[in-house]
């Protein structure tokens, strides 16, 4: 029998390290700060709702079709590729207008599909068995640093002009460095990419059933939530250093509620879990509509952050619970059907927002929640 094979740290810390930088650029500068900077610059309602929906629409791409680039080029290549792509959004976003604007927004989009997909299946596969869970921690953690600091570090250089365009180029770019430090991935066994597995039973239907539809709402709320809130900031008259405060808040949020939503899922079932975010969402979204000073609506946000963020959290969770087949299938349908929402969420929100009003945001967000409160008690009885 042959050895184990040693694991090796040095491309899993590389690959953590690669990770964290380009999430910062491509996402927290991509899809956070620069929804506030097309909005500084002129763009209606309808195209920022456009212009965010591109972004989510180009990582759908990259979700689909990187599996098999990966099989043809290897891994290291993907990701440099996907850095590559949103660096040179990045660099022209400046210099076009409507709708070209769309199309980079898009490109950014796709770079992060591409290199979500090909770093992320590289580095647990070569993650110790006895300790993939608290890895994976590790590194959802470390990504969750990205929608946070990228709006503080916009912030204190300034998002009307350049300075949001220059972040995402040097945290993009310095993505690359830590891959020169990565060993090739190892050969895939015989079957790795079969999409077989064991048939489903009835509990565990109901379990993926159950994840693909908070996965649905989480993807809606998330998208819409990011890309039209300066629209609902200027309703609010916040100026744009307060919209970069809020926004860090709720990402904040999102990152230090996940673990007490994960233990709570744990101790009382994945049904009852969503069913209290779902509820504690609906609750939080009729508070911000109140007209709460800046203080209260950032207490507000930071707990919204966090139960929102938790849609995806619930939806994986469900994903490794839906039985004994292919894991990687389950987590990838999750993945799908939260980022193919994403795309409709800014544009939904967009049209409600023309028609009634920037408050109409929040009120989409709780309509979600409501929905959820609707669904779940309904159509997922009790299951061991």
């Known amino acids: 029998m042959a050895a184990e094979r040693p694991t090796d740290w040095r491309t899993i810390v590389a690959l953590n390290a690669a990770s964290t930088l380009s999430q910062i650029g491509q996402f927290g500068i ?27 629409a180009g990582m759908l791409l990259g979700l689909v079709i990187t599996p098999r680039l990966t099989v ?5 290549a993907i990701v440099s590729a996907g850095l590559l792509l949103s660096i040179l959004a990045f660099a022209v976003m400046p210099y076009v207008g409507w709708p070209a604007l769309a199309g980079a927004s898009g490109l950014v989009g796709l770079g992060v599909g591409l290199r979500w997909i090909g770093l992320e299946p590289w580095l647990y596969r070569i993650a110790p068995g006895n300790a993939r869970g608290r890895l994976v921690g590790i590194h959802e ?22 300075a949001p365009f220059v972040l995402g180029i040097a945290f993009t770019g310095l993505a690359l460095v830590p891959l020169v430090f990565t060993r090739p991935a190892p050969a895939e066994p015989d079957g790795t990419h079969a999409d077989g597995g064991q048939r489903l039973d009835r509990t565990h239907r109901k379990v993926l059933a159950l994840g693909m539809a908070v996965a649905l709402a989480g993807g809606l709320t998330d998208a819409a939530f990011a890309g039209l809130f300066p629209v609902f900031g ?26 007490p939503v994960g233990w709570l899922a744990d101790h009382r079932g994945l049904r009852f879990t969503a069913l209290a975010n779902a509820a504690v969402t609906l609750l939080v979204a009729a508070l911000v509509s109140l007209p709460f000073g800046f203080t209260g609506l950032a207490a507000t946000l930071f707990v919204l952050g966090g139960t929102t963020t938790a849609y995806l959290t619930l939806a994986i969770i469900a994903a490794t619970q839906a039985g004994d087949g292919d894991l990687s299938l389950n987590v990838r349908r999750m993945s799908v059907t939260y980022t193919a929402s994403s795309i409709f969420g800014p544009l939904i929100a967009g049209l409600a927002m023309n028609t009634l009003g920037s408050e109409a945001l929040i009120w989409m967000v709780g309509a979600l929640a409501l929905a959820l409160c609707t669904y779940l008690p309904i159509r997922h009885r009790p299951y061991p």
Do not use: E, K
């Open 72 to 76: 043809r080029f290897g891994y290291r």
């Open 141 to 162: 953690t470390l990504i969750g640093i990205a929608p946070i600091l990228a709006p503080l570090l916009a912030g204190w250089a300034g998002v009307a002009g350049s």
């Open 30 to 56: 991509g899809f956070i700060v620069l929804p506030l900077w097309a909005a500084q610059h002129g763009l209606s309602v309808a195209q920022l709702g456009i212009f965010a929906s591109a972004a989510w």
């Open 234 to 259: 200027a309703g609010r008259h916040l100026d744009a250093g307060q919209m970069i405060t809020l926004l860090a808040v709720f990402s904040l949020g999102g990152l230090l509620l996940q673990y």
